[in-house]
């Protein structure tokens, strides 16, 4: 099938939410205490567990939109909306924008972009 533009768009933001995460995961790990706001080693391996599980998640996500797949599409979409509530969630609790601002952003702007009719019809389900 061939893949149209907007969706390999789709999975480029894909890739790139899995590369934040991946960052994420490091920081959490320890292994990264110079990016962000904090100047101390941090450990905790709850919060790594969870961020290296978002990766594989959108890393699949990635490759379910490289190949087109209807599920993909839904999946990207429930993701995304997801995203935006544990950001918003991240927030209100306390967290610092400067954490979730690239993920805020990505999210709204794949929400916003799948559900466009060309990408629908691209997947086949309009």
Known sequence: MDR????TI?????????????IATLRFLGFLPFIGPLDIRIFNLWYALLYGL??????WVAKMLWEVNPQGWMFLAVIAVFNLCLDFVIL???GSWFDVNFSVIINALILIYVMLPGVREAFGTD
């Open 92 to 94: 209100v609790t306390g």
């Open 4 to 7: 149209p533009i907007g969706v």
């Open 54 to 59: 978002m990766t594989y998640i959108w890393v």
């Open 10 to 22: 789709l999975a480029a933001l894909a890739v790139l939410l899995a590369v934040l995460n991946g």
